[in-house]
């Protein structure tokens, strides 16, 4: 792709997006009162003819109160330089008998100087990334799952927008404007044009605002429901109580083009370094999992429950792409993300594939029929009980591995479905904690 075809390729890419959120009334004021345009010509008097702006939307409200957003648009493999924004200053100040508010968009960073011409000039400023970067690419780019609570401020903002390399595993819009900054579209234009607006505007013509923008918040799915889910599921594979056979689950959604599924030799490795285990992609549907050798099996089979976990809980429609990591696996429980809906939908995933992999009813049955072969009773301290005597820390080790083989999973999926279904009871999580790192190089197959 040449220089042109790829900033034409960008501006498409944000005329779409913009387009999206004024037709699902997504923006801030309702489409009645806005609309869009790409390539539209503004007189000149100075030139005698029209100035043509990459990407503009002309918002008018009632009482011909009138304001034009212009968009310049540039995708380079380089930092914007300064003298592209005085360029686009230039043609600001040149359209007559408009009240203009610029934005300068870009796929790369901006040079300082170009950066503080902006600012003193009162010239917006975007940063839009690159959505494959980005560990979940989310159905709506630039204002779902996106607010104000994101562990962003002002000198972060301008960090981003003025360093070359930056990576986000789901935002990849940040904007600026008169030291105001956002990672919100709706928000973002918003701040810029209230400016312009009486301070009684709105109370005056209450019509013209859209009250809800934040469609598409993930919603709460309680754990009876997601195991509903898993139950239908190992019906249809008429499940024996063993360990769940994934490859026959997958080939029923193959056979019903529901799904693609493959393995690859290696997915390659996240911006960290992590390997990535496994992806899914909802265009076409599919699902990718790692084929790494030195990879375990019981990784290996949660990272395919997890991504089964996106589908059947219908997680297209809040991502486009996900991607899980060897640290999300590793970090599986504790793992935050500072995002509350895209924790939402890795937590549903987890306990997803959680409950398909260890089935409640068969994993109570098991966890019983263990602890009467090994004849352990409840003393006051749960059936399970973990301390620092090492006899109950052996009791802890048999029970545990024998579940982690007949249901084919690690130690650690075991320990985590034993806290959520009260079958064990830690004198403290320290306590375990320090046993499992104290055995752990004596167990070569411990994850």
Known sequence: MNTYQAGKSFEDKFYELIRDELENERLPFKSKYCKL??????????RESEIKIDISIEINFPNQLFLLVAFECKNYNHRIPVNDIEEFDSKLRQIEGLNVKGIFVSSSSFQKGAYNFAKNKRIGLIRLLNDNKLKWELSRTVSLFTNEKANINYEHIEEILTTDEFIHDYINFYAIWDKQYSINFNHYLFTL?????????????????????????????????????TLKILKGIDYNGSAVSLDTICENLIKDNRLNFYYKDSIGHDHLGYEILGKISFDPTEIIIAKDIQSSSFRQRFTIAHELGHFFLLHNKFIKNEYYSEIDYKNNEEYLI??????????QANIFASQLLMPKLHFIKKFFELLKKENMKNRGFGFLYVDNQQGNYNKFLIITNSLRNHFYVSRKAVIIRLKELNLINEESDNNLNISLRQTKNKINDWF
């Open 193 to 229: 044009i209230k400016d312009s607006i009486p301070k009684n505007f709105f109370s005056l013509h209450k019509e013209i605002k859209n009250k809800n923008t934040t469609n598409g918040t993930v919603p709460f799915i309680p754990e009876e429901d997601i195991e509903n889910e």
């Open 37 to 46: 345009y790409k390539q539209k010509g503004y007189y000149s008097k100075d």
């Open 338 to 347: 500072p995002n509350s809906n895209i924790k939402k939908l890795e937590t």
